[in-house]
């Protein structure tokens, strides 16, 4: 099976750019990416590196980052194929009903290319079970939920919204009564060019992300998975699904962070700085990243599609732009092959 890759743009850290989005985007046209993906934070702190690398060379902050839907609105005027695809937005911190008329209008643009990938952030607490270090990421989401007034449990705010998402997607007049949102007879218009609505991914490694994807989405795209995590979830999520009287999950993904590089000790030299922020200790960190040369990196990505992903989401770490898409032109040419 060949899995569709898919590339983070870069939105940002300091090498997010008008110049730069728009160089990734028509590369990964060129080169046959399936997607390109956004992540979502209103409040940034700089400390997770998403885009780049530790002392990238770029024009911006490491604080910065460009506001998702509208990053994505741009690309789609300057592209004609790939997926739009938020991984994840934090959909607390949205208005349901601002927010479905913003993801429809997407959808309408880019003539059906918008695919929803949501999620309720970072956990606002220690948990037991990270395999990442969340401490200042944890603080800025907590500062985050502040600075919108957002309080309460968050997965059943996500929940809700989404419901309400659906009704005025699916609906000429839409009315819904909830916890967070209610609303009667309203119009919004256009209408997602998908029918019924677009692609629906949900974020997360928890038990509550799977029965949110089983319940609501067409799949499951979990953030720095090991290969062994994806496979032994798989039989819940299924399970999940059957459950809510629904079919086979059609997207399984895994949202991830990469190099592809001559070498794979190059590969290290490159993703270390940043990587070694993120998780910890060195097991974890080998066991939840795709690095190293072609034939390591297609190994690596074999070892997750075994696992059952279809679906490859790359964040890349890279020292400048031309580095990334010489890595986008590596997946191209040597990895994308392997697979039929």
Known sequence: M????SVMLPQTNSVASRDAILRVAEAAEE???DAVTVHDHLVFNGFWIASGMQNADGPGDNRDLYEAMETLTFVAARTERVRLVTSVIILPLRDPVLFAK??????????????LGVGVGPPLKPSGYETTKLGRHRDNAAREYDAVGVSGNRGVRTNEY???????????????????????GIEVFPKPIQKPRPTVMVGGRSDYALRRAAKYADGWNPSQPSATQLATSLPTLHAYFKEAGRGEPTEIGINIHSVITSTDEAAHVIADPSASKMFPNLNEYRERTILGNPDTFTRRVQEYVDAGANYIELKPFYPDI???ID????IHDEVMPAFI
């Open 327 to 330: 890595q986008m032109r590596l």
């Open 102 to 115: 913003q993801a429809a209008t997407l959808d309408v643009l880019s003539e059906g290319r918008f695919v």
């Open 2 to 5: 060949r899995p569709r890759f």
């Open 31 to 33: 080169l046959e990416f």
């Open 322 to 324: 031309d580095h990334l």
């Open 162 to 184: 989404l419901e309400a998402i659906f009704a005025i997607w699916e609906n000429e007049s839409a009315t819904f009564e909830g916890q967070f949102v209610s609303f009667e």
